[in-house]
């Protein structure tokens, strides 16, 4: 009885503990995170102008906005087209790397430094350097084009409609795919070696090995990686703010750009809220899709 007693009086102090210890997280998370969310669910059915106190609630009218607007259209076709590639090749980019860096004997670890620093710096600094990198008159590109004698492909990467987005898809990976490699190598080092030395002795070449051992066992890892590669396409913001500001035009503003020009640039907090709340459902309808789709492969993998 005394035995039963002290287990109990143990497991509430246990109990007790977690949650002092997890209540200051919760309140700030609460403060900063919930609450804010919850008060643009109901500012996004205002005309709130972001500074005026008084508050005119309009209904569904900014979401009707948002069904007839060409310009909310764009931008959500431009933000998926961005999230598509992106996901796409800095998977591509990261786990090749991966595959070369966990091959290499010798400065291992300072491969994987070299790839991983452009991580490190914000998209702010990224952006400057690479509209130096793509300027017309003085970049590094349209220069080396005309060294090369290859002056006819010079073009204005930034300032011309048909290169922007390519451009912004090309700097973001340069920048993000030193992150996800970290991944792809962790998954890459828990493989059993003794499967890929048994398939070598069974006359698999390395295409055949990656193709039917490596390839399948990185599954838990890939589901990994498209899903933030995903996330972070669908909020990407600072490299379109320095080096495009959403255009030329609007062939780079994206939902996420569209929602700071909107509800700070035009002074319609309410309809850019709206739009936010547009922008998180579609981010937790693409989600549950990739988890139940990705999570199946995994377990048939």
Sequence with gaps: MDATLEKK???????GYAFWFI?????????FVMWPTFSSISLSFTSWDGINPDIRYIGLENFREIWNSPRVHN???????????????????????????DKVRWFRNFFRSIFYFPVLMSGIIMGFIWMIILNYNFGVVNQLLDMTGLSALKADWLGNPDYAMASIILSTVWKSAGYYMIIYLAGLQGIPQELLEAASIDGAGRWKQ????TFPLLAGAMTVCI???????LKLFDQIAVMTNGGPGFATETLTYI???????????GFGTALGMVLFLII????????RVLRKREVQM
């Design 75 to 101: 931008a959500i076709w431009n933000s998926i087209l961005l999230a598509v590639a992106l996901v796409v090749l800095e998977n591509v980019v990261a786990l090749g790397l991966a595959v070369l860096v």
């Design 259 to 269: 929602i700071y020009r909107v509800a700070f640039g035009e002074g319609r907090q």
């Design 284 to 291: 937790v309808v693409i989600s549950l899709i990739q988890i």
């Design 227 to 233: 899903m933030l590669a995903m996330i972070n396409s």
């Design 210 to 213: 990656f193709r039917h051992i």
């Design 23 to 31: 209540l200051p997280a919760f309140v700030l998370y609460t403060a």
């Design 9 to 15: 009086k143990k497991k509430t102090w246990r109990l």
